[in-house]
């Protein structure tokens, strides 16, 4: 039955989990409008993920997917979230049958609130000011003693071992398919996850030619999705980064504005910052081979960037 109504090739699906795993690869899009002679730069569109419309769907989906195999059989998952995790794993507890309690930090984005109630999670608002260390632990300790499920992406290696076997793959075979080679990565860092990844897979593949690119928030700025080295992702320790760029929240929103304009991608806060990372990083390094990882698309931010338009 599914054989027969699966038709990848047409986009023809059997049911909604399969939009996930037989959905992929997410494109890889040429940016003409930064592409010139002895310079190409290419988009990582993940955005094209099916639940949260973000990055965080394939580790979700794989953490997910570990707990279950353990036959931990737990019907509630616990979870310290504020964004696309919480959105990802929402729609991926009902795809499964399960309930998902989601703990936020203090004013949590308006946005994500709603959409976690709309798709059913229990929404638990904290006091902690972000997601801590301490924070994503106290979730633990409380999923432990009520019997509940707790993913922690930011210690779980399944998120990002599902980035190494997908994400990164496919960037490797889609560069490969147009015969061209990387030079520079560029990629945000929240739990280092699909950064570590792309790292690992593409040093393997191209050794030291590949230079890998860090984003964080520029001191005293918030962009959704990404942190400060300073508040040590696991997995970055691990990474061999070439620069490292802060981006404001200024210039992430005008950076989307861009790429809007340029390319007519509506692309979110942490692509802008991605964007104007690569532009400062071109500058200072000329011509090659660029990919940049575009996480997630406007949709949750169109308020603030439109606010940052008007104010420029
Ligand atoms: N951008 C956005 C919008 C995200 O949701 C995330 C995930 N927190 C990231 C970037 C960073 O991804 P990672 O956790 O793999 O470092």
Redesign the pocket.
């Given at each position: 039955m599914t054989d027969e109504l699966l038709n990848k090739a047409l986009r023809v699906y059997p049911d909604t989990l399969s939009l996930l795993k037989d959905g992929w690869p997410t494109p890889l899009v040429r940016l003409r409008s930064e592409s010139r002679e002895g310079r190409e730069v290419w988009a990582k569109l993940e955005f094209y993920n099916p639940f949260?419309r973000?990055?965080?769907d394939r580790?979700v989906w794989n953490m997910l997917r570990k707990a279950l195999e353990t036959g931990l059989g737990k019907p509630v998952v616990y979870e310290a979230t504020s964004?696309?995790?919480g959105i990802a794993l929402a729609a991926l507890c009902n795809i499964l049958g399960l309930k998902l309690r989601a703990f936020l930090p203090r004013s949590p984005p308006p946005v994500t609130v709603k959409l976690l109630e709309i798709l059913g999670a229990e929404v638990v608002e904290t006091q902690y000011e972000s997601i801590t260390p301490e924070f994503w632990r106290w979730v633990a300790e409380l999923a432990e003693k009520e019997g509940a499920l707790n993913l922690n992406?930011f210690e779980n290696d399944a998120?990002?071992e599902i980035?190494y076997e997908t994400l990164a793959r496919e960037l490797v075979e889609q560069l490969e398919a147009v015969g061209r080679r990387p030079d520079y990565v560029v990629?945000?860092?929240?739990?280092?996850?699909?950064?570590?990844?792309i790292y690992k897979r593409l040093r393997e593949r191209y050794g030291g030619s590949v230079k890998v690119v860090g984003v964080q928030p520029s001191p005293g700025s918030r962009?959704?999705?990404?942190?400060r080295v300073e508040t040590e992702?696991k997995w970055l320790k691990s990474v061999e980064l070439y620069a490292l760029y802060d981006v404001s929240f200024e210039e992430a929103a005008l950076g989307v504005v861009e790429v809007a304009r340029r390319e007519g991608l509506l692309v979110?806060?942490?692509?802008g910052a991605v964007y104007r990372a690569y532009k400062k990083l071109s500058e200072r390094e000329g011509g090659g081979t660029y990919v940049l990882v575009f996480?997630?698309d406007i949709f949750k931010y169109v308020d603030s960037v439109h606010a940052a338009l008007h104010r420029h």
């Open positions: 949260s973000s990055v965080k580790p964004g696309n995790v992406q998120n990002p980035h990629a945000g860092i929240g739990t280092s996850g699909h950064i570590y990844a962009i959704p999705g990404i942190k992702p979110g806060l942490s692509s996480p997630d």
